[in-house]
């Protein structure tokens, strides 16, 4: 973490005892795993925040392709909750002047996507569980974070 507590990386053991030891970072939370030298004994640091501030480099936007739409769904068609035989639909279609771009493309099971064919959710019948947006840079992100270790989410906003 930043010294203003903004989740920044993840990174290996080594490197966060390496930064707690020089001072440079201080430890949050430990892990119960222990790392022993014949005259060191050390709980390995599960959160560690830097002392200093540290500018991030300014966030790029997340890549648009079809492995990030499916990240973004939670693999789950955006119809009917399926997670077998994930296509990608667009909502308003390509044929009657639909972009290809995040605003307008959702993840489908092949059955609802053709089921869709060249309509509209509206007109299909078919309504969406969630409408498509772009993904923050900080859903993204810290969505990552969360996932890789229980007790983080204090650390990261989630309550």
């Known amino acids: 973490m930043n010294a ?9 053991a080594k490197r ?4 707690v030891q020089y001072g440079v970072a201080e430890v949050l939370e430990e892990s119960s795993d222990v790392v022993r030298s014949p005259s060191t004994e050390l709980l390995v640091p599960s959160v560690i925040r830097l002392r200093r501030y540290v500018r991030r ?37 390509r044929s009657r002047g639909g972009r290809h771009g995040w605003d307008n493309v959702v993840t489908a099971c092949r ?18 569980r969630m409408p498509p947006r772009a ?23 989630e309550k």
């Open 135 to 157: 993904p923050s840079f900080g859903f993204y992100a810290y969505g990552q974070f969360a996932q890789m270790r229980e007790g983080w989410g204090k650390y990261i906003g």
């Open 111 to 128: 059955i609802c996507n053709q089921r869709k064919g060249s309509r509209t959710p509206d007109e299909a019948q078919m309504p969406l």
């Open 16 to 19: 966060a005892i390496t930064l």
């Open 57 to 93: 480099p300014r966030a790029h936007p997340i890549p648009f392709n079809r492995r990030n739409v499916l990240r973004r769904d939670h693999f789950v068609c955006q119809y009917c909750g399926s997670r077998e035989d994930l296509t990608i639909d667009h909502v308003h279609p």
């Open 4 to 12: 203003s507590y903004e989740p920044l990386h993840v990174t290996s």
